[in-house]
């Protein structure tokens, strides 16, 4: 009977942060743009540090799971079905990664193109 408020409280408490962040974000536009200051820049992180962090995550879910479930004698716990959904998180930061991948060459071939001219 505990166990069924986990993930009511897991994803309330998740978007609980993200309705924080996005009011104090504003909050501090706003001050900032009342003031007459200039905005604070928001710092962009590499993509490759979100794709790797995902694909060890799901490695690690999928990992865990399995064995998890298998040390359990339940048919009802089919412990390959429970674990192939870690492949979603690696499939995700497959994806970013190649998108890195992707604008990484194309920024290269543009600064290539713009010395040419010059």
Do not use: C
């Not at 790797?52 to 390959?80: E, H, R």
């Amino acid at each position: 009977m505990h166990g069924d408020w986990v993930p009511i409280v897991m994803f309330g408490g998740l978007f609980l942060f993200l309705i924080l962040r996005s009011y104090f974000r504003y909050k501090l536009h706003t001050t900032a743009l009342e003031k007459g200051l200039a905005l604070p820049e928001t710092p962009r992180g590499d993509v490759r540090k979100s794709a790797i962090v995902l694909i060890a995550l799901g490695v690690g879910y999928s990992i865990s799971m399995f064995i998890t479930l298998s040390s359990i004698n339940d048919p009802d716990a089919p412990a390959l079905a429970v674990s192939i959904w870690g492949i979603v998180p690696i499939l995700i930061g497959a994806g970013l990664w190649r998108y890195r991948q992707i604008t990484e060459k194309e920024t290269q071939e543009e600064r290539r193109d713009t010395s040419a001219l010059t």
